[in-house]
């Protein structure tokens, strides 16, 4: 046997293995055939029981749950939860016993944590159903529920039922609340539409026809007039919607001219390359990245 291995027998090898934490074996398959090594050359050590070594390291064996100890031979004195109070349970292995230790958290103490130590949550500072939590024996805080809020949650919150419509933004104001709406809307929880239309000056400019919607509003502009509230003046050249380089001319309010360049007079109008397909039949014409059949127009 090596110097640097171990080797124990039991009875139950190999339908109980305990795991390698080693950093051979990074995957199941690696670590199935580093067991069977172990087990083949283990067991002709072994004349009357089954067996396996372990590398002689201080963390080679993993024990499932249930067990502690050098060789996982010890039940875990913890499974029964003897830690009471939220404690924290610590096997202790002694020889061939194991106990256990309980790491109490604050506010608690003696082996179990049954006993309360003297400290500020005692006195039950949080009210109306609000949670203590010690931050040291003589600190604490609040977990106040929905609704409620302050040191002791003896406040209530205004703002709980979220009493502001349409995106308004609720904002604590002594015992009440004050809502900030959004544009388009006002009123004490801004359910109110605002109408737009009934302004003074009109929103909508230059004879423009204001229709109200909810939250908002729409203009719908005179012939010789373009933008959101009817403010600008259509141009119908600037920009100019010709195309390769044609020169636009404005011949009424609303109306334009494109003077194209030779070649570039398919569409007279727009100044568009036009292509013959291979297809007699068919004149294909470019806008842009598009190529569009002009024998379906």
């Known amino acids: 046997m090596s110097s640097w291995a171990l080797l124990w027998c039991l009875p139950l090898f190999p339908s109980f293995l305990p795991s390698l934490n080693e950093p051979?074996?990074?995957?199941?398959?690696?670590?199935?055939?580093?067991?069977m090594a172990v087990w083949l050359h283990c067991c002709k050590d072994c004349p009357s029981k089954r067996c396996f070594k372990q590398i002689n390291k201080p963390r080679a064996l993993l024990c499932p749950s249930a067990f502690v100890g050098n060789r996982c031979q010890l039940p875990n004195p913890c499974l029964s939860s003897p830690c009471k109070n939220a404690g924290t349970c610590h096997p202790l292995v002694r020889g061939n016993s194991a106990e256990y230790t309980c790491a109490c958290r604050l506010?608690?103490?003696?082996?179990?944590?049954?006993?309360?130590?003297?400290?500020?949550?005692?006195?039950?500072?949080?009210?109306?159903?609000?949670?203590?939590d010690l931050l040291t024996l003589t600190e604490y805080k609040c977990r106040c529920p929905p609704g409620w809020s302050g040191k002791t949650c003896q406040q209530a919150d205004p703002?709980?039922?979220?009493?502001?419509?349409?995106?308004?933004?609720?904002?604590?104001?002594?015992?009440?609340?004050?809502?900030?709406c959004p544009p388009g809307f006002h009123g004490a929880t801004c359910k109110e539409d605002l109408n737009e239309c009934s302004r003074s000056p009109p929103v909508c400019k230059n004879g423009g026809t204001c229709l109200n919607q909810i939250g908002s509003y729409e203009c719908h502009c005179r012939q010789a007039y373009t933008g959101p509230n009817c403010e600008h003046l259509y141009m119908p050249c600037s920009p100019s919607p010709c195309q390769n380089g044609g020169t636009c001319r404005q011949t009424g309010d609303t109306t334009f001219e494109c003077t194209c360049l030779p070649g570039k007079e398919a569409l007279p109008s727009l100044c568009l390359s036009q292509h013959k397909s291979t297809d007699e039949n068919n004149d294909w014409i470019r806008v842009g990245h598009l190529i569009l059949n002009l024998s379906f127009m």
């Open 159 to 180: 703002c709980a039922s979220n009493p502001c419509a349409n995106g308004g933004q609720c904002v604590p104001f002594d015992s009440d609340y004050v809502c900030r």
């Open 107 to 132: 506010g608690y103490t003696d082996k179990l944590c049954l006993t309360p130590e003297e400290n500020a949550c005692l006195s039950s500072p949080c009210r109306n159903g609000g949670s203590c």
């Open 24 to 35: 051979l074996g990074s995957n199941s398959r690696e670590q199935m055939a580093i067991w």
